[in-house]
């Protein structure tokens, strides 16, 4: 026995030996750029050096690079922005048919929207914009200019109408926690372009954070890695960006090479590739020290720019946020997620149709439509796929509360994309007289992220991940890619 | 240069290494022993019919294809239109073998659109196994665990052997031609098992009495004192409180905070005082019910009330009440089951035998229960309360004593109101309790709660041992659950706990152990300890040190170029582990090394510095007011745990968030780590105040090196490490007094935190000292258990 533990010494010896030089041979190239490949087989050494942010294998030939995700929380009113209802208008006050509703479930059931029948108008006025002639309110003029460049997905369907619940369903397909959410799959499967930034990012403003937190930019069973990293509106953009008091960029530097150095040698020492990884996630770490603040710094964007978005410099806002959003995939970031709050409609104090909403499309309205004009003036629009939608939508009748309102509505609402291979000035789906439900071309949650999957040239049926016996999607066992959309 | 790393040997492509391992599993290295010990269903067949064939001919009757069920021999062998999957009478005949080796793709299964395909090996050893006869078994989860004999061994390897985990070990290990590695050296092992019991790295001064007693037994006299330590349930405890998805909030929407303290006080008690497993988990789903239920066995029924609460506007609470029982079914059934039961909620369980009806007689042991808020008084409070009382009593009784017309009579009934009014407040926790009217059960049509169907009886699966009352209640259900004839909950168990010492179940897949999961490696192993485990009353101490103890724990885990060649994934064990702390040891650990740890246990949570913004990010923000004295200093396991909005430096070292159970954590390794360690306000706190330590207790530099490393890694320097370290400390130093400001800087965060006690050598040798213990609290070895 003795004599076969002597002979695994010598061999880890060996080993040690081997690392060795090759560490002395290698580390002129750099830190973390060891090779191990005849150390540890070649399996182990692809492993070891394996990067799940390097730009990944598509299914095939995609037709965006990133996504751009504008996610309206609250539920914007459809029928205030989008699916213009002349019907709606002529009944306002009148019952909504029985046959719409009977079976139905709505949030509030049992308080506020208790026996609430009565259809409501639109509260806005629309007309048309593009070639198309495609309708929007008098809220959005600067959405509605950028017309002709989106599919209108008039028929987006979802299965849950409460807020947390609901963005979950939209963020990850499911209700159920403990799942990843869209920009973790997109990652998990593409991988990113950037080497110093974070290849999932989330932005948020308004005025209060979205509803569900964390679970909504999640990455559930698969590694943390693919979670959304918040950018942060002020202090820090990312957390723990700055160096502590005291540390100037050339001590933290010092204090890397200290770090690594050592870790290294703890590398030659135990042969876990591990370590690489490490060494070379503090390398990185050093890097976003000084590409964060660069991303952040918009003082070399013209005041042409400023002003298409309408940002104001200093002041975090929406507008700031899309224009970061472009920055971020002008520097490889794959996918970033805006949150905007609040668009909750219920007629109540701070929600209401008139004053409240208006103040939320005023701080979206621009800066939305400018971002897409921006993408488009740098050559981006064709491969970034720009999505801009809430929850859900809103009910046809009205809710009453201090004024009239409306409830959370999950049977059609309105979402649009642009770039990144969409069909532009079309429109998909039309509801019934009332905006209530699909008479055509249902686009269901499930549907729109198989066709952004599709989009990026990942087949939702074939983007899996193994987790307790079974291969999870992000389409769990649905999903159709919506042919109509496509360019 | 690589962007956002992971481990690539836990967590990266898991996937593909997961199914890597089960082609190894159950192709290349069996199909090697195959040949000796012929086919094996559970082994070789039931993974690959699982994989291939159950999804339209397994157990969920309504998505069945032509009738045909290929999960049971009965289903296999009945004739269809005269023909027999398996024809037992002319097994040549076999239908299944015509279809898989068909040419003919219209014939061939599985189907072209499925999204499964044989391998030739598959298709062999399928052809194979029909031909020698067909034979099922029933899979290996559901059979009763046997105490299985000893595998016999060659001498050197039975001198290896400490106990008896070793020997089924080293029959493996002799089987893959794997040899074993050295023991690790003292003080590595000292630290190992320090982390692995009490996720608390050992003193210098416990170091060197370990590595000075060479006594036989040195060992075993610390592990059984960790055992002993207090830590050793917040260590431990918090394993069980990540499958209790335990929070302080609500979740959804409003995250609201909630005080649910008293039940994550009472995991750790309970596991402190090594409460037989069967009892902890009857405790837990039922313990409200047990006869004359104390204080305690109320507040461990918490473990279910551990769900989210969804407080939003427009709720049907209904549906939220109906959803809580969801997830305390598919809960209950990763942790105690090592099944996905979940999946029977919508339909029929597609891969194990478990019908959509046997979950919802499930459901209906869960379905009459309360939920309530009760009061849950510490000791120290039931003290102060019963002296409270004394005092009223003694108020009352000298009112009783004075006449109507008294004039002392109102201001002492003033001063009695008062009294009565002040009495000592006691923190509530959230629990079980049954039911007055029990609620009728349906079964829900696709898991609809809208959609209800026939009327359900509470009932368990049958394919597991049968319930002594047949109409039973939630205790007879827990009861079940913790009965000795249950196959799975002590084999889940020992299966997790052989997961926390080596970092990987002896089943891989250790929330599913269902034909899906990936099958034991040492299935032997798996249910000797788990028959160990019952046998000597369902101690869980007994077992851990049963582990520990084994020559296969002592091993150093340092890479070998053999074994990386036959067992890259370390399956036969050939070494140890090395694998990164779990989050709350991450800073557990800093706060030991800089001597600011308090050993306060217990009571509400805590809120050790987070930077500024962090709240931001939930519907409400909500405060975070970092907490001064001796809690800001507590261990991680009492920091306060808000779901939508999870403390980053625990986060970001992947702890979970309490939203589902978590049975193991992923280990990721990523960019956001580093920053946290080395800009954290909180990480830096801690080093300073472990450059402060090491500048009062020891004196020259080298020893100050020399103490940095038995304090931050368990172990001496090397000649290099200790050049690297002074080289930093002399440049620093330096520096520092040119930028004298950057060195002021430094120290002034001391002295908001009151440390700064004039050090020798002044500002720069305090700030010099403190990148120096910056660097120290940042090594891979410090985050790392080796």
């Not at chain 1, 690079?65 to 989008?82: C, D, H, R, T, W």
């Not at chain 2, 359900?456 to 913790?482: E, K, Y």
């Amino acid at each position: 026995m003795m004599n076969d533990l002597m002979g695994s010494q010598a061999q880890q010896m060996d080993l040690q030996q081997f690392t060795r030089r090759h560490f002395f041979s290698q580390c002129s190239i750099g830190l973390g750029s060891i090779a191990l490949g005849s150390l540890l087989g070649d399996d182990l050494a692809k492993a070891a050096r394996a990067n799940p942010f390097q730009p990944g294998k598509p299914h095939f030939q995609p037709r965006a690079k990133n996504v751009i995700y504008m996610f309206m929380a609250g539920g914007p009113s459809q029928l205030e922005l989008f699916d213009w209802k002349p019907e709606l208008a002529r009944r306002s006050g009148d019952n909504i048919p029985e046959s719409f509703i009977r079976g139905k479930r709505f949030a509030f059931m049992n308080s506020t929207f208790k026996d609430q029948k009565k259809l409501l108008g639109p509260v806005k006025q629309f007309r048309q914009h593009g070639q198309a002639g495609m309708w929007f309110s008098d809220n959005i003029p600067h959405i509605g200019g950028i017309a002709d460049e989106m599919t209108m997905f008039r028929t987006c369907k979802t299965n849950l109408f409460n807020h947390a619940p609901a963005k979950l369903f939209m963020n990850t397909g499911t209700g159920i926690f403990g799942r990843p959410s869209m920009g973790s799959w997109v990652t998990y499967g593409i991988g990113s372009e950037t080497q110093s930034l974070p290849g999932f990012v989330v932005l948020h403003s308004g005025s209060r954070g979205p509803r569900g937190g964390a679970a909504n930019w999640a990455s559930g069973f698969l590694p943390t890695t693919y979670q959304g990293v918040p950018l942060r509106g002020s202090g820090d953009p990312i957390l723990n960006l700055a160096n502590p008091a005291g540390v100037s960029a050339r001590r933290q530097r010092a204090s890397i090479d200290a770090i690594n150095k050592l870790n290294l040698k703890r590398l030659v020492a135990t042969g876990d590739p591990e370590i690489n990884t490490r060494i070379a996630s503090y390398e990185m770490a050093y890097r976003m020290q000084s590409s964060a603040p660069e991303l952040m710094d918009i003082s070399g964007e013209s005041k042409a720019t400023l002003d298409l978005y309408g940002v104001e410099q200093g002041k975090p806002s929406y507008a700031n946020n899309c224009l970061l959003a472009r920055r971020l995939v002008q520097r490889g970031t794959r996918f970033v997620q805006l949150y905007h709050t609040n668009w909750d409609s219920h007629g109540g104090p701070g929600e209401t149709l008139t004053k409240d909403f208006d103040k939320v499309t005023h701080e979206v309205d621009q800066a939305s439509a400018a971002l897409v004009k921006d993408l488009k003036a740098h050559g981006m629009l064709d491969d970034t796929l720009v999505i801009w939608g809430g929850e859900f939508g809103r009910t046809p009748m009205s809710e009453a509360r201090q004024t009239a309102g409306r409830n959370h509505h999950i049977d059609a609402f309105t979402m649009w994309m642009a770039g990144g291979g969409i069909k532009p000035g079309n429109i998909v789906g039309a509801t019934d007289e009332f905006g209530f439900g699909a008479i055509d071309q249902e686009c269901h949650v499930h549907d729109l992220h198989a066709t952004v999957l599709h989009q990026l040239g990942l087949d939702h049926k074939r983007l899996t991940f193994r987790f307790q016996g079974r291969d999870f999607r992000l389409t769990d066992v649905h999903g159709n890619v919506i042919q109509d959309a496509l360019g | 240069m690589p962007s956002f790393f992971v481990s690539p040997f836990i967590p990266l492509n898991f996937r593909r290494l997961a199914e890597a391992t089960v082609l190894v599993g159950a192709l290349a290295v069996d199909l090697a022993n195959t040949e000796a010990v012929g086919i094996d269903f559970n082994r070789d067949i039931r993974p690959v019919l699982s994989e291939n064939c159950f999804q339209c001919h397994g157990p969920d009757a309504a998505k069945r294809k032509t009738g045909l069920r290929l999960d049971t021999s009965e289903g296999a062998t009945e004739a269809r239109d005269g023909v027999r999957a398996i024809d037992l009478a002319d097994l040549a005949k076999s239908e299944l073998l015509a279809r898989i080796t068909a040419t003919d793709p219209d014939t061939r299964m599985p189907p072209p659109e499925a999204n499964s395909r044989l391998t030739p090996e598959q298709v062999t050893l399928l052809s194979e196994w029909v031909k020698a006869g067909g034979e099922y078994d029933r899979h290996w989860a559901f059979k009763k665990p046997v105490r299985q004999l000893l595998p016999s061994l060659a001498a050197n390897r039975r001198a290896w052997a400490k106990n008896a985990v070793d020997v089924f070990i080293a029959a493996k290990q002799a089987e893959a031609s794997v040899m074993p590695s050295p023991q690790a050296a003292k003080a590595t092992l000292l630290r190992r098992v320090s982390l692995d019991l009490t996720g608390l790295p050992p003193s210098p001064v416990q170091i060197a009495a370990f590595v000075a007693d060479t006594s036989p037994d040195a060992f075993e006299k610390v592990v059984d004192g960790l055992l002993q330590s207090p830590h050793y349930g917040e260590r431990l405890g918090r394993h069980w409180l990540d499958t209790a998805r335990y929070a302080d909030s609500d979740g959804y929407s409003h995250d609201a905070g909630r005080s649910m303290w008293p039940y994550r006080d009472w995991v750790i008690d309970a596991t402190n005082r090594d409460v037989s497993f069967d009892r902890f988990v009857i405790e837990q789903l039922a313990g409200d019910m047990l006869p004359d239920a104390t204080l305690p066995q109320r507040i461990a029924t918490g473990f279910h009330r551990n769900t989210q609460i969804n407080t939003e506007g427009g709720v049907d609470k209904e549906q939220f009440r109906v959803d809580s029982i969801f997830d305390r079914i598919a809960t209950t059934g990763e942790v105690m089951f090592g099944l996905t039961l979940g999946c029977a909620q919508c339909h029929d369980h597609k891969f194990d035998p478990i019908s959509q009806v046997e979950y919802y007689r499930l459901f209906a042991f869960f379905n009459n229960a309360d939920e309530p808020r009760i009061e849950a008084p510490t000791a120290e409070v039931l003290a102060r309360r019963a002296e409270h009382g004394a005092r009223v009593k003694q108020l009352e009784t000298e009112l009783s004593a004075l006449a109507k017309e008294d004039a002392k009579r109102k201001p002492l009934e003033a001063s009695l109101a008062k009294l009565k009014k002040a009495r000592p407040s006691a923190a509530t926790t959230l629990v079980m309790a049954k039911r007055g009217k029990p609620r009728t059960t349906r079964r829900f049509v696709q898991g609809d709660f809208t959609r209800p169907a026939e009327e359900m009886q509470p009932g368990t699966p049958s394919v597991l041992h049968r319930l002594a009352q047949p109409d039973g209640d939630r205790l007879d259900f827990a009861r079940w659950v913790a009965d000795r004839n249950n196959p799975l909950l002590a084999r889940v168990a020992v299966n997790r706990m052989w997961q926390h010492f080596f970092g990987r179940g002896i089943v891989q897949t250790e929330n599913d152990f269902g034909s899906q999961g990936i099958p034991p490696t040492h299935p032997k192993l798996l249910d000797w300890l788990a028959v160990e485990f019952m046998e000597n009353g369902w101690s869980q101490k007994q077992i851990h040190r049963l582990i520990v103890t084994s020559a296969t724990y002592r091993q150093v885990s340092l890479r070998r170029a053999d074994l990386e060649r036959v067992d890259p994934y370390n399956k036969w064990l050939g070494r140890q582990a090395r694998f990164r702390l779990d989050a709350e040891v991450v800073r557990d650990l800093a706060l030991a090394s800089s001597g600011l740890l308090s050993a306060k246990m217990g009571g509400p949570g805590v809120f050790p510095p987070q930077p500024e913004g962090c709240m931001d990010l939930g519907q409400h923000r909500k405060t975070w007011k970092a907490s001064s004295g001796e809690d800001r200093f507590r261990r991680a396991a009492y920091t306060y745990r808000w779901r939508n909005t999870p403390h980053p430096a625990l986060k970001v070292f992947d702890a979970p968030a309490g939203l589902a159970a978590c049975t193991r954590r992923i280990r990721s390794n990523t960019p956001l780590q580093a920053l946290t360690l080395m800009n954290d306000p909180a990480f830096v706190e801690l080093a300073v105040g472990l450059a402060r330590r090491l500048m009062a207790e020891a004196d020259s530099a080298a020893n100050r090196i020399r103490l940095g490393f038995q304090l931050c890694l368990g172990r001496e320097p090397d000649a290099e490490e200790l050049r690297l370290l002074t080289g930093l400390v002399e440049s620093q130093r330096s520096e520092f007094t040119v930028q004298s400001a950057e060195a002021k800087a430094v120290v002034a965060k001391a002295k908001l935190l009151g440390q700064a006690t004039q050090p020798a050598g002044g500002d720069t040798e305090f700030a010099a000292w403190t990148m120096a213990a910056r660097v120290l609290l940042n090594l891979d070895e410090t985050i790392t258990r080796e």
